[in-house]
């Protein structure tokens, strides 16, 4: 009696322990889900930087048309936009003098000579951008009829603040770059005396006597200021910084798969490219483009690489 009892005792016991080990949370291990970044290396080659100014297109020669007579524009072929020469007529006169001799050419037939409208010759060649007047119309001698502009004469004017004024000068190389993202490679042709009071910038010309370019159009002119050559390279994406600019980093990859904060010291910079002067980076390291956004020192990476 006594030794069933004994196992049952010895066969309750182990059941409760076999209960208690079903009991207990079993621990289940989580692996670090990697990041997906893209990465470019790091680049051995020339660094340039530019100056971009804003410019604006205008014709340096114009020439004004004027009435030579008191009178009535009796004829005019031409409108806005025209294309004239120098000598063409460019309207006729009719005076009230002359219509005055209407009646006494039919005593004295001699006076049909002066009769006749008085011409108004163009000064100039190029294309009428102002018209004041038409048909008709009353003009007295001296008025201006017409504004000639000379599409040869078409220069691109520059504002350059003054503290620039070392690094641009005539025979300056440009790149003149239009709305429509076309791009006209030109010199500087001349340096005007002037500095604007406010902004305190000196205006540059820049002729352009074989484009056809409307007046008045706003352009950029893009310069080289300063130019590195042979050195090491990041995409501009790779630069991070903190807020107040003082301190610059890259995540360099390691192992193909981890992204270490690497700080580096910086030169030149343009639109697309950093110059790496200080730091622990090597040619052809991988360094992340996109996706680092936030993240965090010696993080698990996976790689997209163009």
């Not at 074989?210 to 990041?234: A, G, S």
């Not at 965090?296 to 790689?303: A, C, G, N």
Request: proline share 4%; glycine share 4%; net charge negative.
């Amino acid at each position: 009696m006594t030794k069933a009892l004994s196992r049952s005792l010895m066969s309750a016991l182990v059941f409760a322990q076999m209960l208690s080990c079903k009991g207990e949370p079993r621990t289940k291990t989580t692996e670090t889900i990697p990041i997906r970044v893209r990465a470019a290396r790091v680049q051995q080659g020339d660094i340039m930087d530019y100056l971009t100014f804003n410019g604006v297109t205008l014709y340096q020669k114009k020439e004004n048309i004027r009435a030579n007579v008191t009178g009535y524009i009796s004829w005019l072929p031409f409108k806005l936009g025209s294309n004239i020469r120098a000598g063409q007529t460019f309207a006729t006169v009719r005076t009230k003098e002359q219509d005055a001799l209407a009646e006494a050419i039919k005593i004295d037939s001699t006076l049909a000579k002066l009769s006749g409208p008085i011409s108004i010759a163009s000064n100039g060649t190029g294309v009428i951008t102002v018209l004041n007047v038409q048909k008709n119309d009353y003009v007295a001698e001296g008025d201006i009829l017409a504004t000639i502009a000379q599409p040869k004469s078409l220069v691109v004017q520059v504002n350059v603040p003054y503290e620039y004024e070392d690094d641009i000068d005539i025979g300056t190389t440009c790149e003149i770059i239009l709305q429509n993202e076309k791009s006209i490679m030109a010199k500087i042709s001349a340096v005007l005396p002037v500095m604007d009071a406010v902004p305190q910038s000196q205006q540059f010309l820049i002729e352009l006597p074989n484009e056809d370019l409307p007046e008045n159009l706003n352009v950029q002119v893009k310069t080289l200021y300063r130019e590195h050559k042979n050195v090491l390279t990041v995409p501009r994406s790779a630069l991070q910084t903190n807020e107040l600019l003082t301190d610059f980093w890259v995540l360099k990859i390691q192992e193909d798969s981890l992204a270490i904060k690497e700080r580096v010291g910086i030169g030149l910079r343009n639109d697309s490219l950093v110059e790496i002067v200080s730091g622990n980076l090597r040619l052809r390291d991988w360094v992340v483009t996109e996706g680092s956004y936030q993240m965090q020192d010696s993080t698990k990476v996976s790689v997209d690489t163009p």
